[in-house]
Structures are given as C-alpha cells and as structure tokens.
C-alpha cells in the first residue's frame, strides 16, 4: 500500500506559477513511475506528466515547455512546477505511482488560474 499526499495548489494569476508536491508513504526508490494527472470539471482524467525510475519524462502537448516534472528519491516525493500558468490548466492535480503494476492516487489539490 502507497498513500500520496499532495500540497502546492491554490489560486494564482495566468501567467504565474505554481508547484505542486507529492510524498510518498513509502520508498521512491521502488516506483517503476510517478506523475501528475489533472481533472477539470466536467472531464475526464488526464495525464501531465511522468517520470519514471530512471529520470526519462514524458508531458502532454498542452504543458511542454511550461511544466517541469523531478522527483526526489532521498524524499520520496515528487515535484510539478508549473510556469506560465494559463486559465485552461485550472483543474484538480492529482499525483499518481505506479508499483507493481498497481496504480496509486493522491486526494487531489485544485489549481486554479484566473484570467
């Protein structure tokens, strides 16, 4: 069992930043992946970002160039920092892990960008 607690969201101008963090209950270290997924009203659950054992990253379309996705092992968390925030990124963020075939899910933090 892995719980993830999130923290780092809250109500920012576009433009701005944000960045948000997830620890882990356990070990980093013996995650194949963690990444971020965001929610916004309405829709469904999408992917932003991953990072996986060996540091390789991934990010959707919508974020490159903005969002930068690292992980502390010695933490066991991992990091999003969000640049150049804009009112579409308004969404709930929530911090996924993958273990042994296994997904985990933070509560979620809500991000909100006003225009």
């Known amino acids: 069992q892995v719980r993830l607690v999130e923290s780092g969201g809250g109500l920012v101008q576009a433009g701005g930043s944000l960045r948000l963090s997830c620890t882990a209950s356990?070990?980093?270290?013996?995650?194949?992946?963690m990444g971020w997924y965001r929610q916004a009203p309405g829709k469904q659950r999408d992917l932003v970002a991953t990072?996986?054992?060996?540091?390789?990253?991934t990010y959707a379309d919508s974020v490159k160039g903005r969002f930068t996705i690292s992980r502390d092992n010695v933490k066991n968390t991992v990091f999003l920092q969000m640049n150049s925030l804009k009112p579409e990124d308004t969404a709930d963020y929530y911090c996924?892990?993958?273990?042994?075939?296994?997904?985990?899910w933070g509560q979620g933090t809500q991000v909100t960008v006003s225009s």
């Open positions: 996924n892990v993958k273990l042994n075939s296994r997904d985990y």
């Open positions: 356990r070990s980093a270290i013996t995650f194949n992946a």
């Open positions: 990072i996986n054992s060996i540091g390789r990253t």
